[in-house]
């Protein structure tokens, strides 16, 4: 699994498997799946991941200090 988060754009990537890009579709308010040619998902951009507290929960969950 790959995870990587742009500061600059407060986009959080969760990577599932190596692949290409065939489709992104957008799953609700700030989630879009990347998508191969067969509809696996190849990975989870979280938008607004800060803004939104998605990387605080994410941090709390693994208990690690901010």
């Given at each position: ?6 500061e ?15 489709e992104?579709v ?15 998902i190849?990975?989870i ?13 994410i ?8």
């Amino acid at each position: 699994m790959k995870v990587w988060y742009d500061e600059e754009s407060d986009i959080l990537y969760l990577g599932f498997k190596k692949g290409v890009s065939h489709e992104v579709v957008e799953a609700g308010p700030d989630i879009m799946l990347e998508l191969d040619e067969d509809g696996k998902i190849l990975g989870i951009e979280l938008w607004n991941a800060k803004k939104n507290g998605i990387i605080e929960r994410i941090l709390h969950a693994v208990k690690q200090p901010l």
